[in-house]
């Protein structure tokens, strides 16, 4: 009988010492790579927020290692270099640097440039080194709007060289950037995009010479056999069937809402196959999933599934098969626009499966997050003389994590499909670097989930424009739709959006409307989701609510109608008759149903901001922009 061990375990010939210190001098690289990148990018969504990732590829490609990166950047990453490699040929050079963003040509979306080089020792191809990074305009044809095709979605660069042979291709780089907005600050990100990928480059070389290319190479293939093995033993365990989830995107900024994705995961001995074919058709707007950003967000909940010690590389993916029907949300046919392809659909990808893979494992997936609730403006720096154009991604605040068994969830992850890894910026910060103004910025009371292990807690923020006009983009999921509750499990608030002006009016913005300016003592008030909880909330210690009541993250009232808990509203001490009465009799009437809510269109908590005389702004398009022109050119 094989033993465990021996499955997972090294091959006689691998010396582990060595597979131990080659597979960290790997992630040392691509975390030098990182640091590069954030000290020398200029646009805070970069060198702040850390909307980027650094990945390490073998020549075939095959992925080796990614390091603090989302995993949204880097699980289909080696798309573009196989674009690459089809582009080049035999033209693939010692000190070439390529560039790409083109979402049709294996990138995630057009926004997330992608910059790559090949790696040489004496003279054999032997790795790449790969860094995605999320630009703040691509030059798209008008900006905030939500565009209808790939034209509207801004430049599209096949695979291109910047560096041939390492001389710099000034031409190419010149026609980038005369086609976007803020040419100063996308040169600065570009080049530490280039010095990223040259650091990263280097110490592999270190390495290779250290050791030896006829040691590097086959240990690197063997942790690639490594994962692979491990990743077998996990699939393994999950009882084989066939399993069903299914989500709802908000909108598509055109008028078309709560899309459906459809997710059948099937496990089947030691592979997981992950089929969104079923999901709505293609919409009109800019939400249709580029393939990388299907194959990565299909692959994601898988990959949460498994032993979080296994190397996430090329191995793992084996026993990941993910498809869709091209023409549908899921997969786009081209020339639709796949804008916002990373976060929506892909929350929504990540989140139909994850409610299939419940049902197989239901002691590792975790309830609903909240989904991206970003806000990005752009305007003039008035602050200066003259005004300077600055344009600022604005990650303060975010929605929070869904519960999981045994774990409460945390606050500010921003978005599912980067599992926590953008990072919150600090109040300062922003409006050291831009013309803004931070009213407030705090965790909400009642926005969680409730559960025996509560979700993550959402924010509400308050920004005003500091001197002049803020021209504010929204970039918003989840009012409609919001993170699901699991096994008992409420359902996360969901948030909502809305302009509030000097006389107290509210405007509220549902789903992704066209971008809106704020003048002087106008205030935009962002309020996040949190995430779901997961567990009957009965079941959570009464000691435990009482103290939620205490620090401001639920309310009296929450406590009694959430979890069954009455507390004494001067004391806070807990009446434990009542409690018990009140806990019993909920439990009498509780769904059945594995999530909740379990149909589209349920979020309801902006109505609890809407007063009388207040307004709900509709999506709209301009006419320009529906026939692919910008308004400014007309």
């Known amino acids: ?180 907005r803020l040419p100063e600050w996308l040169e600065a990100d570009l080049r530490a995009m280039v010095g990223s990928v040259r650091i990263g480059a280097r110490r592999l070389i270190e390495m290779t010479k250290t050791h030896g290319v006829d040691t590097v190479l086959p240990t690197v293939n063997e942790m690639i056999e490594y994962s692979d093995r491990r990743t077998a033993a996990e699939i393994r365990a999950i009882p084989d069937g066939v399993y069903f989830g299914e989500s709802w995107i908000d909108s598509d900024g055109q008028g078309t809402h709560n899309i459906r994705i459809a997710c059948k995961v099937t496990i089947d001995e030691d592979m997981a196959y992950v089929d969104y074919s079923d999901s709505d058709t293609e919409v009109g707007g800019h939400c249709n999933s580029s393939l990388a950003s299907t194959r990565a967000n299909g692959s994601i909940p898988i990959l949460t599934t498994i032993d979080p010690t296994i190397p996430r590389n090329e191995g793992c993916m084996r026993h990941i098969e993910v498809v869709a029907k091209e023409g549908t949300v899921a997969l786009g046919k081209w020339p639709a626009s796949t804008w916002w392809s990373t976060t929506n659909p892909g929350d929504e990808l990540i989140e139909a499966a994850w409610k299939a893979l419940a049902q197989a494992a239901p002691d590792r997936v975790p309830a609903g997050w909240g989904r991206i609730q970003q806000r990005l403006s752009m305007g003039d720096d008035y602050r200066v003389d003259p005004p300077q154009p600055f344009a600022a991604s604005i990650f303060v605040a975010g929605s929070g994590g869904g519960a999981s068994k045994d774990y409460d969830g945390w606050p500010l992850t921003q978005c599912v499909c980067a599992l926590g890894g953008l990072q919150s910026e600090s109040v300062e910060m922003v409006e050291l670097l831009q013309p803004l103004f931070i ?196």
């Open 439 to 634: 009213k407030a910025n705090q965790f909400l009371i009642d926005s969680a989930g409730a559960g025996k292990w509560i979700g993550g807690h959402g924010c509400e923020t308050i920004v005003l424009p500091y001197h002049g006009l803020l021209y504010m983009k929204f970039e918003y999921e989840g009012t409609l739709n919001p993170p699901y509750g699991l096994f008992g499990g409420q359902p996360g608030n969901g948030g909502c959006k809305y302009k509030e002006t000097v006389d107290g009016k509210r405007y509220f913005y549902m789903a992704h409307p066209s971008p809106d300016v704020f003048r002087e003592n106008e205030q935009y008030v962002c309020i996040s989701s949190g995430g779901g909880g997961y567990g009957d909330p009965m079941e959570r210690s009464v000691s435990s609510v009482k103290n939620l009541v205490r620090d401001g993250y639920f309310s009296i009232e929450t406590a009694e109608s959430a979890f069954g808990v009455i507390l004494d509203k001067s004391t806070l001490e807990i009446d434990e008759k009542a409690t018990a009465s009140c806990r019993r009799n909920k439990r009498l009437g509780q769904s059945s149903s594995i999530w909740l809510p379990v149909g589209p269109g349920e979020g309801l908590f902006w109505k609890t901001r809407f007063r009388e005389g207040d307004e709900l702004v509709q999506e709209t398009t301009p006419t320009a922009l529906q026939l692919g022109l910008s308004p400014e050119a007309r």
């Open 1 to 180: 009988m094989v033993t465990k061990t021996e499955q997972v375990g090294l091959p006689s010939h691998i010396d582990p010492t060595t597979f131990s210190v080659l597979l960290h001098s790997i992630g040392s690289a691509s975390a030098e790579m990182t640091d590069v990148l954030q000290r020398g990018a200029r646009s805070t969504i970069i060198s702040v927020a850390r909307d980027h990732s650094a990945s390490i590829y073998s020549s075939e490609p095959r992925m080796l290692y990614q390091n603090d990166a989302l995993p949204v950047h880097s699980v289909g990453g080696s798309l573009n270099i196989d674009a690459i490699i089809e582009e080049f040929d035999h033209d693939i050079n010692d000190g070439d640097i390529f560039m790409i963003n083109d979402p049709y040509k294996g990138t995630t979306h057009n926004s997330d440039l992608t910059v790559i080089m090949p790696v040489f020792y004496e003279g054999e191809h032997i790795f790449w080194t790969s860094i995605r990074a999320h630009q703040n305009n691509t030059g798209e044809s008008a900006f905030g709007y939500a565009s209808t095709s790939v034209w509207q979605d801004g430049i599209q660069i096949p695979p291109v060289k910047i560096f041939d042979s390492g001389r710099e291709v000034r031409s190419i780089i010149r026609f980038y950037l005369r086609n976007v």
